[in-house]
């Protein structure tokens, strides 16, 4: 486990016995929130004197059915702390679990802190009442001003008036002699209560989030309840009590941590990080152990040549090219090529199954696919696997780690895993299509062996092979290219108009459906289940005649250039029925996530301008700084934090959203890195960039806040509704990531935005796009910001 304290790490009982004195233990619940890891990182950060560290233990609010079930493990806590999240207090344990039950007799003694749905739920348990707001608050900062005729420690060190992140729908009103007001702020609604305590108990809470990347003095709060928390354990004598039950029970105490801590599954995929072995190939061009070659050429620094390459290659290709340089993106390409020898992973959610076969092998037919994954059929060409997505990480991270090797790690990608990856295989989505009516991939990894990786910053481009048999073909065209004195040899004359006898039935989601999602999106948003909700839609493209997916990407690449475009076709099974092959052609501006062997990173983008003969960066910046776009970016930035915190220590927002500029819009982006990945957790557990990489999916950009709930009610509730026509509701590619895991453990994913994909050789073609809905949100100006992200692709099809 990632968070709590695994006393499992310690193997010596009597160290155990020495330490456990000087832990101070948290017990914390989650209500399935996606800022709890920020806020158990703010505990965990913070000091206690009289003890060397502070553990966090989480469970979810529904681990126990009641707190008669929790009370034997409240003597080795001292403290609780109710976490944020969806859900109302006064519609009871349907929809807060065990908080229902949690501001009892029986825990009158325990120290209690309430954070949002938290303090909601104290207030309303001493019969104050939890209304909806009538002007609503997510991730808007406010004043908090502290009452003025007491003072109290649980504000002590703050000044009079200080600024907080406000999440929040509801909020507690008409509070009796037993709810102590500690600070208010005023707005639309009037003078709303933002923290309060409960009369005779050491029971605190606060209405804003102390937590968010914008609060103020969030820390010194924190601290202040844990100093409160220790003096009233003193004074009450629980921490005596814990001290002597642990000292006499030490076997029990370590089932009863054990269990709970392990009731949040956090274990790493395995041990994948090269924790610097084999660092003497750095410099080596050539390993002949290894069989890595690698050559390196000088081409020209204009992106184009990418796509000059690969234009003039026939080989099976998959291409992630930047057809724009920026700083920290767009700054490489790839070129990576499929063989013989390359194995390729597929994941089935629908029937919880993975193959397992080599590119194109010639024993392997549509038909043998088929009957070994419906009639279980052993064939010697494919394996089958059954397991769930979850497991499917398992199956990549085992192949990966014996290839992992840090060789040329200053080279983003030297060969290793490609592909997709769909909206479905991230936490809390499942595709519900019926198989039998229609079987779709929700992922495609393909292992490379040879690939080019141009560096458009200097002009230095390499071909690189895993096993020193670069296809001698495409390194003649290498030379050629590198050779030639030709200045206009990046010149590409393609097309930028699809070919005009061609005809295309195009089915976008209805006006009328679109406003009602919108409609239901604010009646979840005002009731409290939601902060933030990716609300997306649909577009089919039928065209009168196939036309080749490399030509609609040639047109496509050209009319909105993108620092990370994709061009993937799994033409893997040789077979005359094409019509399953998976083919995506991205211009995304969206990194997902980067990593290394020792950080990782994620730039998320939300907030949408359209460029213009009258729009300039500086009126753009303007638009995207105000309150509705800076919250929606501000709620993303937080959810992101959190990702990254559920599995690391060391978080940092690296920028502060920034306006960016693209081919067709303004953007507004914040970057988010974490470092110290081979750093062992709490727990003992080493994680990787995978393990990141896995716990973050589905992006948060595409989802909402908080991530759970949020996505569970878009697919089952609002997004099958708007787009039947497509996929029955389920995203599919759209909304997933395409990118790498090279075997230096590098790894770079984009979002699959600003794209299209067809599951049957483009015969037909779907485009999806969406904007993040906000109780500041309007319907039309939804709709416009929708319309104009589907522009960008639907453009080629005009």
């Not at 070129?335 to 013989?340: K, M, R, T």
């Not at 080019?452 to 390499?462: A, E, P, Q």
């Not at 485009?767 to 906000?774: D, E, P, Q, S, V």
Request: hydrophobic share 35%.
């Amino acid at each position: 486990m990632a968070i709590g304290w695994q006393i499992l790490c310690y193997s010596d009982y009597n160290l155990f016995q020495m330490t456990v004195s000087r832990v101070f233990h948290v017990l914390f619940v989650d209500s399935y929130d996606s800022f709890t890891y920020n806020v158990v990182r703010l505990i965990e950060q913070q000091k206690v004197d009289g003890y060397d560290e502070i553990k966090v233990v989480i469970i979810h609010n529904d681990k126990f059915g009641d707190v008669s079930e929790l009370l034997k493990y409240v003597v080795l806590f001292d403290c609780i702390v109710v976490g944020p999240g969806p859900g109302n207090p006064i519609n009871g344990a349907k929809d807060v679990g065990i908080i229902d039950s949690l501001f009892c007799d029986e825990l009158r003694e325990v120290p209690i802190f309430g954070i949002c749905l938290g303090f909601q739920s104290m207030c309303y348990s001493h019969s104050a009442l939890v209304n909806e707001l009538q002007t609503i608050k997510h991730g808007q900062v406010y004043d908090i001003h502290l009452k003025q005729d007491f003072s109290d420690d649980l504000f002590m060190g703050h000044p009079a008036t200080f600024k907080s992140t406000r999440y929040h729908s509801l909020h507690v009103s008409k509070i009796n002699d037993k709810v102590i007001p500690l600070a208010s702020t005023t707005d639309e609604n009037g003078e709303i209560l933002m923290s309060a305590k409960i009369e005779g108990r050491p029971w605190y809470g606060v209405q804003y989030h102390p937590e968010s990347c914008c609060s103020e003095f969030g820390d010194l709060l924190i601290r202040n309840f844990i100093k409160i928390a220790n003096k009233s354990n003193i004074n009450k004598k629980r921490q005596q009590t814990k001290t002597k039950f642990m000292k006499e029970n030490e076997e029990l105490y370590l089932s009863y941590i054990t269990a709970l801590d392990k009731s949040i599954d956090r274990s790493p995929i395995s041990n994948i990080n090269c924790n610097g072995n084999n660092t003497e190939h750095q410099e080596s061009d050539c390993d002949e152990s290894s069989g890595l070659k690698l050559q390196e050429f000088s081409v020209p620094k204009d992106p184009k040549i990418t796509l000059k390459l690969s234009d003039l290659i026939e080989d099976a290709k998959f291409i992630m090219a930047s057809s724009t340089i920026n700083a920290n993106r767009g700054e490489w390409s790839i070129i990576a090529f499929p063989n013989e020898n390359s194995t390729v992973f597929t994941h089935y959610d629908q029937l919880h199954k993975t193959t397992v076969h080599k590119w194109r092998d010639p024993s392997l037919t549509t038909n043998v696919l088929n009957k070994a994954l419906h009639n279980d059929i052993k064939n010697s060409s494919i394996e089958v696997i059954k397991e769930d997505k979850s497991h499917f990480w398992n199956t990549i991270g085992d192949f990966m780690k014996p290839k992992i090797d840090n060789i040329h790690s200053d080279i983003p990608f030297i060969g290793g895993l490609v592909g997709i990856l769909g909206y479905e295989m991230g936490y809390f989505v499942y595709n519900k299509i019926n198989p039998q009516e229609r079987l779709i991939p929700d992922a495609k990894l393909v292992f490379i062996e040879n690939s080019i990786v141009i560096d458009h910053r200097t002009g230095s481009l390499y071909a690189i092979s895993l096993n020193n048999k670069f296809p001698k073909n495409i390194l003649a065209i290498i030379e050629d290219i590198s050779n030639s004195k030709d200045d206009s040899i990046c010149d590409i004359r393609w097309n930028k108009e699809l070919p005009k006898d061609v005809k295309f039935d195009i089915t976008i989601p209805k006006k009328s459906d679109y406003a009602d999602a919108f409609a239901k999106c604010q009646q979840y948003m005002h009731k409290g289940d939601s902060y933030e909700m990716c609300l997306t839609t649909q577009t089919k493209i039928v065209p009168s005649k196939r036309i080749d997916p490399w030509r609609i990407f040639q047109t496509l690449v050209q009319r909105n250039p993108a620092p990370f475009s994709s061009y993937f076709k799994f033409d893997d099974i040789i077979d005359d029925n094409q019509d399953n092959v998976l083919c995506l052609l991205s211009t995304s501006p969206e990194r997902f996530i980067k990593w290394d062997n020792e950080t990782c990173e994620l730039r998320p983008i939300k907030g949408t301008v359209k460029k213009g003969s009258d729009m300039t960066l500086d009126k753009a910046t303007e638009i995207l700084k105000t309150p509705k776009e800076f919250g929606e970016n501000m709620m993303i930035l937080d959810l992101i934090r959190n990702d990254l915190y559920e599995l690391l220590h060391d978080v940092r927002v690296e920028e502060f959203m920034s306006v960016e500029e693209y081919e067709t819009v303004y953007q507004l982006v914040s970057v988010v890195k974490g470092y110290g990945i081979t750093k062992p957790s709490p727990s003992g557990a080493i994680y990787s960039g995978l393990d990141v990489f896995k716990h973050s999916l589905p992006a948060g950009s595409m989802t909402g806040a908080p991530k759970k709930i949020t996505v569970e009610m878009l697919q089952n509730e609002i997004e099958q509704d708007l787009n039947p026509h497509v996929n029955g509701g389920v995203r599919g590619v759209y909304s997933g990531v395409t990118g790498y895991w090279s075997v230096n453990n590098n790894g770079d994913w984009s979002v699959n935005i600003r794209c299209m994909y067809s599951y049957n050789n483009g015969n037909s073609w779907q485009i999806g796009a969406g904007g993040a809905i906000t109780v500041l949100s309007s319907l039309e100006g939804e709709l416009d910001e929708m319309y104009i992200k589907l522009h960008s692709a639907l453009q080629v099809f005009d």
